[in-house]
């Protein structure tokens, strides 16, 4: 199993950025697939989920109207759009392999991408 994680960056508070995750090693179209992420000194959060078939998302209070988690199970790949970002979205994010909500667990996940949100 390999994910890896693309498209962090600095950003500025109110910008936008798009996080992708690339899967291999797996029948990638079988599991369910989410975000996660931690900021320093923090317990890491589960931001998004996402079902196998793209159906179900779930995402954290944190983030919801904002951000939006979605799949292309065609590229065996997992996105994570983020609108407005604020400062307090800065933190190292995870693609995961598993749902995370509702009681499921994830297995995997990847090195994680640097998202900073600073002016």
């Known amino acids: 199993v390999q994910l890896v994680e693309s498209g962090g960056g600095l950003v500025q508070p109110g910008g936008s950025l798009r996080l992708s995750c690339a899967a291999s090693?797996?029948?990638?179209?079988?599991?369910?697939m989410s975000w996660s992420r931690q900021a320093p000194g923090k317990e890491r959060e589960l931001v998004a989920g996402?079902?196998?078939?793209?159906?179900?998302?779930n995402y954290a209070d944190s983030v919801k109207g904002r951000f939006t988690i979605s799949r292309e199970n065609a590229k065996n790949t997992v996105y994570l759009q983020m609108n407005s970002l604020k400062p307090e979205d800065t933190a190292v994010y995870y693609c995961?392999?598993?749902?995370?909500?509702?009681?499921?667990?994830?297995?995997?996940w990847g090195q994680g991408t640097q998202v900073t949100v600073s002016s």
């Open positions: 090693g797996f029948t990638f179209s079988g599991y369910a």
């Open positions: 995961n392999r598993g749902f995370g909500f509702s009681g499921m667990s994830y297995d995997y």
């Open positions: 996402i079902s196998s078939a793209g159906v179900i998302r």
